[in-house]
């Protein structure tokens, strides 16, 4: 079967950084996705990784590797802004999104 | 990156009533489409998959008799929940794949209040 894990929750500080982990096993990959979700609110695009290696965007950064089945989400000088769930997605060989069931990030001051 | 419009962000009904739920693509062609549902502290569920022109795909256990789905233009889905029941009421989201890339972008969501 296909199966996306990551943690449940997390709690940082203001200010640090924080790795959120995603491993996975699909039927084929085409692209792995990070997805940011306020309460309330739909769910952001934060980042796509397709081939092995860091992408940096601003204060956030995505990992992967292929081989590993493994990805993860850095975000760095924690904002109290960024507490929210994190969603990590692969799109498997149909192109269909496997969706994990989200990290809640919870920032202390 | 590309904007999909969804509307209405919030509709409260009484049980028994039909809603209509409409999904736009802005500035892209999108023909295919998908229709998410969210309960309180619960993961993404996707319910179906619409597809332009052609009949919509329904995840197991998703009745498509109560969610009727309508792909008519490479920028609009609509959702449309039939009869509607309190234990319809949940967060409703559809989403639209980048061509290019793949990438799914999300309508802002609507929230279905069934009393």
């Known amino acids: 079967g296909q199966n996306i894990d990551q943690p449940t929750e997390m709690t940082a500080t203001e200010g640090a950084i924080v790795q959120i982990n995603c491993t996975y096993q699909?039927?084929?990959?085409?692209?792995l996705f990070w997805y940011q979700q306020h309460a309330g609110e739909a769910p952001t695009f934060l980042s796509y990784n397709v081939l092995d290696g860091l992408e940096e965007k601003g204060r956030f950064s995505s990992f992967l590797s292929r081989s590993k089945g493994y990805s993860y989400l850095l975000l760095k000088e924690l904002q109290m802004k960024d507490s929210a769930s994190y969603l990590c997605?692969?799109?498997?060989?149909?192109?269909?999104?496997?969706w994990g069931a989200g990290t809640k990030l919870i920032i202390k001051p | 990156g590309a904007v999909v419009s969804q509307h209405p962000s919030w509709v409260i009904c009484k049980s028994g009533t039909s809603v209509k739920i409409e999904c736009r693509s802005l500035?892209?062609?999108?023909?295919?489409m998908f229709w998410y549902r969210q309960f309180p502290k619960q993961s993404l569920m996707l319910m179906a998959t619409s597809n332009e022109g052609s009949k919509a795909t329904y995840e197991q256990g998703v009745e498509k008799d109560k969610f009727l789905i309508n792909h008519a233009s490479l920028t609009l889905s609509t959702l449309t929940v039939t009869s509607a029941h309190p234990e319809d009421s949940s967060f409703y989201i559809c989403?639209?794949?980048?061509?290019?890339?793949?990438?799914?972008?999300f309508g802002a969501g609507t929230r279905l209040s069934v009393l």
């Open positions: 989403s639209a794949p980048d061509r290019d890339v793949n990438i799914q972008y």
């Open positions: 500035d892209f062609q999108a023909t295919t």
């Open positions: 997605a692969v799109s498997d060989s149909n192109y269909q999104l496997i």
């Open positions: 699909t039927s084929g990959f085409n692209g």
